[in-house]
């Protein structure tokens, strides 16, 4: 199993920025999603990011404003979020695949980002 325990959340004008940070333990994994869920709404895709490769996707209502990055030696991996909208708020988990084309099975505990007007 994966372990995720995430951190960075909390209050922000619109218009901020926060970043979260997702410390990963345990077995090895191919991917870091990020993902977020507002009240009343399904659990949506934010990014995510191969962790060997790199390689980033990004749902189109954050492109330019969010960016995913990782530090493989540290296990650790980031969101950062720039020019927050108040519609950005959230609960927002991170979450671990183990193999390609596998399920994201390891989730992170979520930490909620709220950002005012």
């Known amino acids: 199993q994966v372990q995720l325990v995430e951190s960075g959340g909390g209050l922000v004008q619109a218009g901020g920025s926060l970043r979260l940070s997702c410390a990963a333990s345990?077995?090895?994994?191919?991917?870091m999603g990020w993902f977020r869920q507002a009240p009343g709404k399904e659990r949506d895709i934010v990014a995510h990011?191969?962790?060997?490769?790199?390689?980033?996707y990004y749902t189109d209502s954050v492109k330019g404003r969010f960016t995913v990055f990782r530090d493989n030696a540290k296990n650790m991996g980031y969101l950062q979020m720039n020019s927050l909208k108040p519609e950005d708020t959230a609960v927002y988990y991170c979450?671990?695949?183990?193999?390609?084309?596998?399920?994201?099975?390891?989730w992170g505990q979520g930490t909620q980002v709220t950002v005012s007007s």
């Open positions: 990011i191969s962790w060997n490769s790199g390689n980033t």
């Open positions: 979450a671990a695949q183990r193999v390609v084309g596998g399920l994201y099975d390891n």
């Open positions: 345990g077995r090895s994994f191919s991917t």
